[in-house]
């Protein structure tokens, strides 16, 4: 448990296809390498960045495995093993740590909602089975996670903190009480760490700037640090133009650090999109992007799998 709160820069990994669609193993280990050479301290495997929700549990849970097999020496590997439905979750937990993966990330029933009783009972369910992050983002959910529900669930053994997307205000309110609290919003990230008291981030941005992600979380020179948060403010919020993971599966392709290969419903970001992200990733040096070059690419250059 010492291990996992310490770990303040996690990645929620991409995860890349080939040309027909399937996970592309060998983009992945070159991703998590890079993410490994830069001090990243862990990675989400099959996040929403990483498009649990459209692989199948054959896919996710193989992904954990080949983590936990490949990198589990170097990186705390965080499973998402979470669903809106509890037997579901059940299951997949299970298997994940089964598998070997350190601890789960959870997120409260969406769509199908379910009462604040009923979220709390499923929270206990899956807590009880091994250590997990809990996940609040109201805006894919559709249901906040309130102190109401969050404050019970840590005094669980296995509850090890929160993903908090809501803002800097609810991380600050948990860390005065003790509750380990991550940001799950980039442009958020080094204000909660720095000014809030935030145990770190979940990233999106670091699967493309590692490195600066992990100048952003550290504690030493906090004051390049803050002119580093400036700059790349930018970047990060051109990263969300469009719901998550559209741009970063965009600006990936454009470093050429994975293949053109988007699953469905997913498309590339337009080239008036693509255009704004150009300028702001031509403003950081190549060798501080994840990819060897930087193009604005043809709409016909993206390749669209199921």
Request: proline content about 4%.
């Amino acid at each position: 448990m010492k291990r996992l709160k310490a770990a303040s820069l996690m990645t929620a990994i991409k995860t890349p296809y080939t040309d027909k669609g399937e996970v592309c193993l060998k983009t992945y280990d070159f991703l998590i390498e890079q993410q490994i050479s830069a001090g990243v301290d862990g990675i989400i495997v099959g996040g929403t960045t990483g498009e649990g929700h459209l692989l199948s549990w054959e896919e996710h849970l193989m992904l954990i495995a080949h983590c936990v097999n490949n990198f589990g020496d170097k990186l705390i590997i965080v499973g998402n093993t979470g669903s809106n439905n509890t037997r579901e979750a059940i299951k997949a937990t299970e298997n994940g740590f089964a598998m070997g993966m350190d601890a789960a990330l959870q997120i409260n029933p969406y769509y199908g909602r379910t009462s604040i009783r009923g979220v709390s009972e499923h929270f206990k369910r899956v807590l009880d089975i091994g250590p997990a992050f809990i996940y609040n983002v109201p805006g894919r959910t559709g249901q906040d996670l309130t102190p109401e529900i969050i404050e019970p669930l840590s005094t669980h053994k296995n509850f090890i903190g929160v993903k908090e997307c809501s803002g800097n205000d609810r991380i600050a309110y948990y860390e005065k009480r003790g509750i380990s609290c991550w940001s799950g919003n980039d442009d958020e990230c080094y204000v909660g760490r720095h000014v809030h008291g935030s145990h770190g981030v979940i990233s999106v941005a670091s699967n493309i700037i590692p490195g600066f992600m992990r100048q952003l979380m550290d504690k030493d020179n906090v004051e390049e640090s803050a002119k580093l948060n400036d700059k790349l403010q930018g970047l990060m919020k051109w990263l969300f133009c469009e719901p998550n993971p559209i741009a970063i599966n965009t600006a990936m392709i454009m470093t050429d650090a994975v293949p053109n290969n988007f699953r469905l419903p997913y498309i590339a970001l337009t080239k008036e999109q693509r255009e704004v992200g150009l300028e702001l990733l031509k403003a950081i040096e190549t060798k501080d992007l994840v990819g060897d070059s930087l193009s604005l690419l043809e709409d016909s250059d993206f390749n669209y799998c199921i």
